[in-house]
């Protein structure tokens, strides 16, 4: 059972900082991409950014370049979205993906294993 667990979350101001973890368990990950996503209240599921989990240079959206950064550790089987400079306009509840098939994919839908979440507030 492929099982993605996020956490780091959390109510910030407007220009601090989070860092989110996706911890996986449940088989190896080898070849995978693992996607962040958000989803804000009325919107549809939005792309941040992808790594593969083998190596190679993560992909980002426009909207978060510059700002985010994608990492993983191997060996605690986690990839991190360190997010900085936030805005009121980064709150959403965010996603970590992953999918084998599709490699650095922006479609939610070419996902097969999601998380439950983690909620992400920015105040002005």
């Known amino acids: 059972q492929v099982q993605l667990v996020e956490s780091g979350g959390g109510l910030v101001q407007a220009g601090d900082s989070l860092r989110l973890s996706c911890a996986a368990s449940g088989r190896t990950f080898s070849g995978y991409y693992v996607g962040w996503f958000r989803q804000a209240p009325g919107k549809e599921r939005e792309f941040v950014g992808v790594i593969r989990w083998n190596g190679g240079m993560p992909h980002y959206a426009d909207s978060v370049k510059g700002r985010f950064t994608i990492s993983r550790d191997n060996a605690k089987n986690t990839v991190y979205l360190q997010m900085n400079s936030l805005k009121p306009e980064d709150t959403a509840l965010y996603y970590c993906?992953?999918?084998?098939?599709?490699?650095?994919?922006?479609?939610?839908?070419?996902?097969?294993?999601w998380g439950q979440g983690t909620q992400v507030t920015v105040s002005s």
């Open positions: 993906a992953a999918n084998s098939l599709y490699g650095p994919s922006q479609r939610p839908t070419e996902y097969g294993y």
